[in-house]
T-cell receptor
Framework: SQKIEQNSEALNIQEGKTATLTCNYT??????LQWYRQDPGRGPVFLLL?????KEKRKERLKVTFDTTLKQSLFHITASQPADSATYLC???????????FGRGTSLIVHP | NAGVMQNPRHLVRRRGQEARLRCSPM?????VYWYRQLPEEGLKFMVY????????ESGMPKERFSAEFPKEGPSILRIQQVVRGDSAAYFC?????????????FGPGTRLTVT
């Protein structure tokens, strides 16, 4: 069955550093991969989508990579700030589907 | 443009009662999705609806759960004869008719507690 793995341990980093979160998937060949941010007690917020034919995508301080050979996506936040502290969800989609499969998410804590 | 609205935000039901969760999508959005999130677990897809049509209900439990998205009014997720295991956060998301980014806009969720 399809499996999406995100590090269950919280990532603690110092303000100003680059945070890197990992999403691995197995038994799956997604055509797209989305990243969402979720704050406690709130719904997820869409951040970025990357297509299988794109190696990298950037949006302001965010960068996402998509390696279909390794079956992995990396999510980077540069110059991190305490306000970036949240849980980040990886959500691959199959081609032709509007329904992503969400990973459990990784909690990021940025210390001032 | 108001975001996705869900109500109630918190709902307490006793075992055996019915729970009705409402979702108003963003203006102009015609696709609605329902997800369930249990503590320490990821979002699990339940059902995908367009106006007056259920497109995909592969994530819905076979019994006690139903969903609708009428021509007028909000989408409703209905849980009959609730059990303790139904306690969870239920999120609704919406998307426009032609969403080339596949982006979904989520509501704040309804937290259901079954006592």
């Amino acid at each position: 069955s399809q499996k999406i793995e995100q590090n269950s341990e919280a990532l603690n980093i110092q303000e100003g550093k680059t945070a890197t979160l990992t999403c691995n998937y197995t038994n799956y060949s997604p055509a797209y991969l989305q990243w969402y941010r979720q704050d406690p007690g709130r719904g997820p917020v869409f951040l970025l989508l990357i297509r299988e034919n794109e190696k990298e995508k950037r949006k302001e301080r965010l960068k996402v990579t998509f390696d279909t050979t390794l079956k992995q996506s990396l999510f980077h936040i540069t110059a991190s700030q305490p306000a970036d502290s949240a849980t980040y969800l990886c959500a691959p989609l199959s081609g032709g589907s509007y329904i992503p499969t969400f990973g459990r998410g990784t909690s990021l804590i940025v210390h001032p | 443009n108001a975001g996705v609205m869900q109500n109630p935000r918190h709902l307490v039901r006793r075992r055996g009662q019915e729970a009705r969760l409402r979702c108003s999508p963003m203006k102009g959005h015609s696709h609605v999705y329902w997800y369930r999130q249990l503590p320490e677990e990821g979002l699990k897809f339940m059902v995908y609806l367009q106006k007056e049509n259920i497109i995909d209900e592969s994530g819905m439990p076979k019994e006690r759960f139903s969903a609708e998205f009428p021509k007028e009014g909000p989408s409703i997720l209905r849980i009959q004869q609730v059990v303790r295991g139904d306690s969870a956060a239920y999120f609704c998301a919406s998307s426009p008719p032609d969403s080339f980014s596949y982006e979904q806009y989520f509501g704040p969720g309804t937290r259901l507690t079954v006592t």
